[in-house]
Nanobody, 121 residues
Framework: QLDLSQSGGGLVQPGGSLRLSCSASGESLEHYAIGWFRQAPGKGREPILCIRSTGGSVNFLDSVKGRFTVGRDKAKSTVFLQMNDLAPEDTAVYFC??????????????WGQGSQVTVSS
């Protein structure tokens, strides 16, 4: 069982940046593939990015290309989502989840608690 928790998020102006982190209680995420997902009001949850256990990443969402990156903080054994040049349409609740192989269409078994990201002036 993977007990994921998230930190980060909040309110930011358009064009600003935020960083979300995902960690696991009692263990390192170093060898796990972890995906980031988001759910906007009134919409379904959609995959954004995934980082493989080997370190490569997969982008599922064209609208975040060049703005969002996923990576590992090895010192903290966590996975982060760096979001730059944020726009109002990025407003959503963001979740991390297990994502073996980063396969498209996979639904995580384990989820973080969610982080609200609001982009507004």
């Amino acid at each position: 069982q993977l007990d994921l928790s998230q930190s980060g998020g909040g309110l930011v102006q358009p064009g600003g940046s935020l960083r979300l982190s995902c960690s696991a209680s009692g263990e390192s995420l170093e060898h796990y593939a972890i995906g980031w997902f988001r759910q906007a009001p009134g919409k379904g949850r959609e995959p954004i990015l995934c980082i493989r256990s080997t370190g490569g990443s997969v982008n599922f969402l064209d609208s975040v290309k060049g703005r969002f990156t996923v990576g590992r903080d090895k010192a903290k054994s966590t996975v982060f989502l760096q979001m730059n040049d944020l726009a109002p349409e990025d407003t959503a609740v963001y979740f991390c989840g297990d994502h073996p192989g980063c396969y498209k269409g996979y639904t995580p078994v384990y989820w973080g608690q969610g982080s609200q990201v609001t982009v507004s002036s």
